[in-house]
Nanobody, 123 residues
């Protein structure tokens, strides 16, 4: 089981930016596809973005395309989600997770999950 820790969430005004980090200890993340998901109160968990073992192949949900950027720094064993032009509808708990299957996948494809980090977009 891979232990993942997300960080970087917080409260931001509409139009603002945040960068989320997903870091693993004890396991090298570059063996895995990494996905970012989010879950708002009363809603199902949805896929936001996904990255293959290199930065060449990425996936974005239509709702975040052009605003969010996923990247990985294998030397730091960390995957990032840069979120720009944030909207109130981006408010959710954001999770990262590992998979051995292709992007984008579904939540059931992802075996290890972090505890989540809260992102709140509000004026």
């Amino acid at each position: 089981q891979v232990q993942l820790v997300e960080s970087g969430g917080g409260l931001v005004q509409p139009g603002g930016s945040l960068r989320l980090s997903c870091r693993a200890s004890e396991v090298t993340l570059d063996y895995f596809v990494i996905g970012w998901f989010r879950q708002a109160p009363g809603k199902q968990r949805e896929g936001v973005s996904c990255i293959y073992r290199t930065n060449d192949s990425t996936y974005y949900a239509d709702s975040v395309k052009g605003r969010f950027t996923i990247s990985r720094d294998n030397a730091k064993n960390t995957v990032y989600l840069q979120m720009n032009s944030l909207k109130p509808e981006d408010t959710a708990v954001y999770y990262c997770a590992t998979s051995s299957r292709p992007c984008p996948g579904i939540p059931g494809d992802f075996g290890s999950w972090g505890q989540g980090t809260q992102v709140t977009v509000s004026s």
